[in-house]
């Protein structure tokens, strides 16, 4: 979910780590709490482009392409404000595209948050450095009810605020 001034913007269908929740080196998690962007990667690059060590490869995968799941499209790269996620920037957790779309909205990362190509895309031209992303436990409310009833949801809730405002994951 994408909030600016408080008000709920966009709603992007995610994937969190397969390996649980926690902040440790070498757990495979995602962290939990509040967060900010520290570096943004990937301007222009085109969608799909690979990423290997936060550098452009030029190879350019399309959405659900078989084989490995690399990083792609663009990097936010985030910067734990908690004591329960200090070590996630040093860990290397980020927002970032992913080729494996078709594993969004359940867990399937090795502890960042995934997003779709064109989503994390547009999210990345709407945010500056600085802003607040919220990892929740719980799920977001789904767009669309009927969504739910197909048992489709989040796998974790992940709110990022483009203000000072409070952000929640109530609306």
Same mark, same amino acid.
């Given at each position: 979910?994408?909030?600016?001034?408080?008000?709920?913007?966009?709603?992007?269908?995610? %994937?969190?780590?397969?390996?649980?929740?926690?902040?440790?080196?070498?757990?495979?998690?995602?962290?939990?709490?509040?967060?900010?962007?520290?570096?943004?990667?990937?301007?222009?690059?085109?969608?799909?482009?690979?990423?290997?060590?936060?550098?452009?490869?030029? &190879?350019?995968?399309?959405?659900?392409?078989?084989?490995?799941?690399?990083?792609?499209? @663009?990097?936010?790269?985030?910067?734990?404000?908690?004591?329960?996620?200090?070590?996630?920037?040093?860990?290397?957790?980020?927002?970032?595209?992913?080729?494996?779309?078709?594993?969004?909205?359940?867990?399937? %990362?090795?502890?960042?948050?995934?997003? @779709?190509?064109?989503?994390?895309?547009?999210?990345?031209?709407?945010?500056?450095?600085?802003?607040?992303? @919220?990892?929740?436990?719980?799920?977001?409310?789904?767009?669309?009810?009927?969504?739910?009833?197909?048992?489709?949801?989040?796998?974790?809730?992940?709110?990022? %605020?483009?203000?000072?405002?409070? &952000? %929640?994951?109530?609306?």
């Amino acid at each position: 979910m994408f909030k600016k001034d408080g008000k709920t913007e966009f709603r992007f269908p995610v %994937s969190t780590s397969r390996f649980g929740i926690g902040d440790r080196f070498g757990s495979y998690a995602t962290p939990l709490g509040k967060f900010f962007v520290r570096m943004k990667i990937g301007s222009g690059q085109p969608l799909g482009e690979v990423f290997h060590a936060r550098t452009p490869t030029g &190879e350019v995968l399309k959405p659900n392409a078989p084989g490995r799941d690399p990083i792609v499209t @663009r990097i936010l790269w985030l910067e734990g404000a908690e004591p329960g996620n200090r070590n996630a920037f040093n860990r290397g957790i980020y927002i970032h595209g992913t080729p494996q779309e078709k594993l969004l909205g359940r867990p399937a %990362s090795y502890g960042c948050i995934r997003m @779709r190509s064109s989503d994390v895309a547009a999210l990345f031209d709407r945010v500056v450095t600085g802003t607040t992303v @919220r990892i929740i436990p719980d799920h977001l409310p789904s767009v669309n009810p009927l969504l739910r009833d197909f048992g489709i949801s989040y796998s974790h809730g992940f709110i990022a %605020s483009h203000s000072g405002s409070p &952000e %929640s994951a109530s609306e």
